[in-house]
């Protein structure tokens, strides 16, 4: 397995990929054009539930129950994370997350449930 990279979609706007490149947000980034942001899918059945990211409001203080309830999610919804996890198996991944917190968001917590999938 190769290291998942996480960027933010609004730092990759307008940059080639590299490596295998995924969407991670169940909402498009508000403000980026789909012609600007070059990645091979947006997958938003992989990031959370409406419900979950609505109850979340990207409040550090709440994430720690956020990751519990996410990776619940992500057990309960494997299929949806396939394509990733196997470009994964191949080398590096990136996942694209429009969050503005670096640390307590989505696609921190998706790379840890891939990880764990090897």
Same mark, same amino acid.
């Given at each position: 397995?190769?290291?998942?990279?996480l960027?933010?979609?609004?730092?990759?706007?307008? !940059?080639?990929?590299?490596?295998? !490149?995924?969407?991670?947000? =169940?909402?498009?980034?508000?403000?980026?054009?789909?012609?600007?942001?070059?990645?091979?899918?947006?997958? =938003?059945?992989?990031?959370?539930? !409406?419900?979950?990211?609505?109850? &979340?409001?990207?409040?550090?203080?709440? &994430?720690?129950?956020f990751?519990?309830?996410?990776?619940?999610?992500?057990?309960?919804?494997?299929?949806?994370?396939?394509?990733?996890?196997?470009?994964? =198996?191949?080398? !590096?991944?990136?996942?694209?997350?429009?969050?503005?917190?670096?640390?307590?968001?989505?696609?921190?917590?998706?790379?840890?449930?891939?990880?764990?999938? &090897?």
């Open positions: 397995m190769g290291p998942i990279e960027v933010r979609a609004y730092d990759a706007r307008g !940059t080639k990929k590299t490596s295998p !490149t995924f969407l991670v947000d =169940r909402l498009w980034p508000r403000g980026i054009a789909k012609a600007d942001l070059d990645c091979d899918a947006w997958i =938003r059945e992989v990031a959370p539930s !409406t419900q979950l990211r609505t109850w &979340f409001g990207h409040q550090a203080d709440r &994430f720690p129950e990751r519990t309830r996410y990776l619940q999610e992500l057990d309960t919804n494997r299929a949806a994370a396939q394509p990733i996890v196997e470009a994964a =198996r191949n080398g !590096t991944v990136v996942l694209l997350y429009s969050a503005k917190d670096l640390e307590h968001n989505q696609a921190v917590v998706l790379r840890e449930w891939i990880s764990n999938q &090897f």
